[in-house]
């Protein structure tokens, strides 16, 4: 069973980042390419929040016995296996993960009109994973 102290941790922060977003919403692409804090500010809030669901994730392979994960879409593939979330959910997430690899590796290739089309569904889906990890951990929602 998964550390719930970990879970909690993580899914405050996962929590916090994605009301940073939500927050800043709407958000239009020119504003984003003209306004280089604001971008800055969105972009490392969803790199967070992803990078709260990969460790979130890892966590509860390792700790609920599934074994380490190769990486980060090895690892939501594995819980969906489990029985943790539903396999699309998981196929979302990997992609989110690679998304974030391309804020960390190649931030001025981004281009905001695709970021800001496929944010919404992105933070429903970051919610999504960490109400179907407490339900697993037997708790509705993070304390």
Not at 22 to 48: G, Y
Not at 91 to 113: E, P, Q, T
Not at 114 to 123: N, P, Q, V
């Amino acid at each position: 069973m998964v550390d719930r102290d970990i879970l909690r941790a993580k899914s405050a922060a996962i929590k916090h980042h994605v009301g940073r977003i939500r927050s800043r919403l709407p958000l239009e692409a020119a504003t984003l390419e003209s306004d280089e804090d604001l971008r800055n500010v969105v972009l490392m809030d969803l790199q967070q929040a992803i990078q709260g669901a990969i460790d979130m994730a890892v966590h509860a392979c390792v700790d609920d016995g599934l074994g380490p994960p190769e990486g980060p879409a090895s690892a939501f593939a594995a819980l969906a296996g489990a029985g943790y979330m539903s396999n699309d959910l998981a196929v979302r997430l990997a992609g989110a993960s690679g998304f974030r690899n391309l804020i960390v590796h190649r931030y001025g290739d981004l281009k905001m009109d695709i970021l800001i089309a496929t944010m919404e569904k992105g933070l429903n889906d970051l919610e999504e994973f960490v109400a179907a990890v407490w339900r697993r951990a037997g708790e509705p929602r993070e304390k």
